[in-house]
T-cell receptor, first 113, second 115 residues
Framework: DQQVKQNSPSLSVQEGRISILNCDYT??????FLWYKKYPAEGPTFLIS?????DKNEDGRFTVFLNKSAKHLSLHIVPSQPGDSAVYFC????????????FGTGTSLTVIP | DAGVTQSPTHLIKTRGQQVTLRCSPK?????VSWYQQALGQGPQFIFQ???????QRGNFPDRFSGHQFPNYSSELNVNALLLGDSALYLC??????????????FGPGTRLTVL
């Protein structure tokens, strides 16, 4: 049962434009959400997070939006850079599970110079 | 400051064999979680160790077991290997159990191939 879904396996964007990566979840108990970035032959690295008490969190070029009623979150990257080319995973966790995260299947972002 | 390290990098086994994967957490971290990432999938939580005890477990059979040592390093053991166990096994470390959510740092993974 896939509780976190990323329905777009891949995305291509021109350098300088906005990249929007989407994620949907089914478990209404999730209260904390994260985005991870993964380069080949490396482990995922933390990018940005958001608590369910917020609907937006911004960190430099990266902004995560959370729509709890739609059980949807998105990651915006503005402006996109070639170094952003990687696989992006969204992850979510319910409370009191000790960092037990549920991951989506990932979206491969390619930023074209 | 060394990050999370895992060994070996790659491993090939045959069905029915047993395998042990190793993880050293980031300096200062005391909690280790293991994930399985099958091809084309996201990481799936296997279990988490803190204070040398299994604290949380995902939906994995008992063939998957683990251990945490006093120095916080950890092992993942898989018995009676199946073809479906072929995957990238990721170790993640963090500090303490989460009453607040603590950032996890991932290692590069061990690629296990079962033939």
């Amino acid at each position: 049962d896939q509780q976190v879904k990323q329905n777009s396996p891949s995305l291509s964007v021109q350098e300088g434009r906005i990249s929007i990566l989407n994620c949907d979840y089914t478990n209404s108990m999730f209260d904390y959400f994260l985005w991870y970035k993964k380069y080949p032959a490396e482990g995922p690295t933390f990018l940005i997070s958001i608590s369910s008490i917020k609907d937006k969190n911004e960190d430099g070029r990266f902004t995560v939006f959370l729509n709890k009623s739609a059980k949807h979150l998105s990651l915006h990257i503005v402006p996109s850079q070639p170094g952003d080319s990687a696989v992006y995973f969204c992850a979510a966790t319910p409370p009191d599970t000790g960092n037990q995260f549920y991951f989506g299947t990932g979206t491969s972002l390619t930023v074209i110079p | 400051d060394a990050g999370v390290t895992q060994s070996p990098t790659h491993l090939i086994k045959t069905r029915g064999q047993q395998v042990t994967l190793r993880c050293s957490p980031k300096s200062g971290h005391d909690t280790v979680s293991w994930y399985q990432q099958a091809l084309g999938q996201g990481p799936q939580f296997i279990f988490q160790y803190y204070e040398e005890e299994e604290r949380q477990r995902g939906n994995f059979p008992d063939r998957f077991s683990g251990h945490q040592f006093p120095n916080y390093s950890s092992e993942l053991n898989v018995n009676a290997l199946l073809l479906g166990d072929s995957a990238l096994y990721l170790c993640a470390s963090s500090l303490g159990l989460a009453e607040i959510y603590n950032e996890q740092f991932f290692g590069p993974g061990t690629r296990l191939t079962v033939l």
